[in-house]
């Protein structure tokens, strides 16, 4: 106490607690620069020349052995225990413990796409592989996975320098098969959280060609749509193309469904609630003068919340059934409606999470680390929401800029588009965003592993 009066007597209290800041700030500050400088020099050490060889050597969903083994072997180098084969034959579970604390975990997709590259890049892939169906296809990281499996390395072995800074459970998941939206839910039917626990949050990203190169997107709602592929069967009855009076034609019924679809999401859907319908094919008949007796329909149904998902799917099929009755189809002929087991959850960002953790890193990285002029108009969807949604955990996705500015500024001025994800001439830039990618995790895992 008498060091405290002392010190009072000589400096106003309100100046010592103005140093006590300034000298936290700058503490801050310098963590906040060490991080970055090493993720730099890590950068140009290892992390580059693994990036070229995961995007030399893609591999399609579920088929990704390769990717595993050397992704396995990264993490197994610097510490963390890692289990194989978790969800089928390439998933990886790896756990760096680290004392008493919360559990947080990381995702990274790791699976490529059937696409020949043609972006023209000095390490661009050649690689084929056998498909599924046992076609022989070319392959290609075409949506940025390898970015993300590099950044999730260059996460690892930061956390792992840095272990007196954390305490608790960090794991990191190398997922399958995001690509057929499949991977996430496989894993969780191998009893993902009772054989490893269950996190107390959950974080991924996805680099984007639409968003600045180095720059975080990042929101505190729907990153990702829920996505619901549905078929509808029309059941008609065949005819003469001279002679529609004497059957009931399905191309005509199917038809007017379609049309009829869409006052579903424009009329009965609230206007700022997000909804899509889309019909992606439509099939029917044989030849020119033939009325067929049968019309296939594949739809594709996005939401952002399960109420809307319900509405959707419950008016997809009233609508489908009462125009098949309608059109005079008797009961054993009206129209079927058959949602897939494909669908996935829509990504849904913890709101008090992603607040503490945008704060975060305008704190850490400065304000201008965020571009919010390439906002996403689509209602993309994938399979993170399987980890996040049963049970419920905390969790926030957010996006890393894959494209530099100059990219941009030249297709605004009408010269060559940015190519989108999943296309032949998709690339990243990839030093800012695995950099970027790495970084923001850090922080982050920093801030969560903290937590009591």
Known sequence: MKLIRVATQAYPLRAILGLLFLTLLLSANSKAADIEQAVAKDYDAHLFDLFTHFHRNPELSNLEHKTAERLAAELEQVGFTVHKKVGGKTGIVALLRNGEGPMVMMRADMDGLPVREKSGLKY???????????????????????????????????????????????????????????????????????????????????????????KIAATDGAPYSGADTVDIIVHGIGAHGASPHAGKDPVVIGSQIVMALQTIVSREIAPKEPSVITVGSFHSGTKHNIISDRAHLQLTVRSDRKKTRDQLLEAIERVAVNIGRAAGLPDDKLPEVIVSDESVPPTVNDKPLSNRLIALWGEKMGPEIFDNTSENQGMGAEDFGFFTTDPYIPSHYFAVGGTPESAFKEAAEGGTPIPSHHSPLFKILPEPAIRTGVEATVHALLELLQDQ
């Open 124 to 214: 661009a892939s050649t690689a084929q592989q056998e498909d599924w169906d046992g076609n022989l296809v070319y392959t290609m990281h075409a949506c940025g996975h390898d970015v993300h499996i590099t950044s999730l390395v260059g996460t690892a072995r930061r956390m792992a320098a840095m272990k007196d800074q954390w305490s608790g459970t960090l794991m990191l998941i190398g997922q399958p098969a995001e690509e057929r939206v499949r991977g996430a839910r496989e894993m969780m039917d191998d009893n993902l959280w009772k054989r490893f626990g269950k996190p107390d949050y959950a974080m991924a990203f996805h680099v984007s060609s639409g968003v600045r190169a180095g």
